[in-house]
């Protein structure tokens, strides 16, 4: 079975710095996808960026980027320039094929004004 | 842009109650999730439905029966309510042929079994 862990359980900085979420995940296939989603106070579920494993080039969206290294089974989310409206909860997420989405447990991120 | 549309934003209900929640998803997408999100949670799959019939479950109590109708839109039926169920109930769609982009989720159900 697939398992995502996120390590961080809670974390803080200060606005516009830049702040790295880790995750990391078990798996023994090789298509997959990878998903972080924020969770703000209004508990809406928001996908934040995607990535596909056959993939080798890390995914970006604006100021979100990921560092996706398929050996070491590892995607972390990072986040440059922070913005107070990035308080939220993070999740990673896990995907095979058309398969569930599977969540880690969050970490929650504080921007300190 | 339309998103996934969730009924009722909040829900009380005390326990042995029967509550119903409603999911309309996003127009032309075939999948339809239900997720249980519990206080301080991540969320943990329910069970899914492709094409009005059930194509996966998850950790769903027995108590607990869903259903995806003609026109797409799903309802998750919880009966026996208990203290436990105070959740909030996201559900998600997606399209089968491109389940990679991930799913779009709705504002949740909060339920409150008192």
């Known amino acids: 079975a697939q398992t995502v862990t996120q390590s961080q359980p809670e974390m803080s900085v200060q606005e516009a710095e830049t702040v790295t979420l880790s995750c990391t995940y078990d798996t023994s296939e090789n298509n997959y996808y990878l998903f972080w989603y924020k969770q703000p106070p209004s508990r809406q579920m928001i996908l934040v960026i995607r990535?596909?494993?056959?993939?080798?080039q890390n995914a970006t969206e604006n100021r979100f980027s990921v560092n996706f290294q398929k050996a070491a089974k590892s995607f972390s989310l990072k986040i440059s320039d922070s913005q107070l409206g990035d308080t939220a909860m993070y999740f990673c997420a896990f995907m095979k094929g058309d398969d569930k989405i599977i969540f880690g447990k969050g970490t929650r991120l504080h921007i300190l004004p | 842009a339309a998103g996934v549309i969730q009924s009722p934003r909040h829900l009380i209900k005390e326990k042995r109650e029967t509550a119903t929640l409603k999911c309309y998803p996003i127009?032309?997408?075939?999948?339809v999730y239900w997720y249980q999100q519990g206080p301080g949670q991540d969320p943990q799959f329910l069970i899914s439905f492709y094409e009005k019939m059930q194509s996966d479950k998850g950790s769903i109590p027995d108590r607990f029966s869903a259903q995806q109708f003609s026109d797409y839109h799903s309802e998750l039926n919880m009966s026996s309510l208990e203290l436990g169920d105070s959740a909030l109930y996201f559900c998600?769609?997606?399209?089968?042929?491109?389940?990679?982009?991930?799913?779009?989720f709705g504002s949740g159900t909060r339920l409150t079994v008192v």
């Open positions: 990535q596909e494993a056959y993939k080798q």
């Open positions: 998600a769609s997606s399209l089968a042929v491109g389940p990679g982009y991930g799913y779009t």
């Open positions: 127009p032309r997408h075939d999948t």
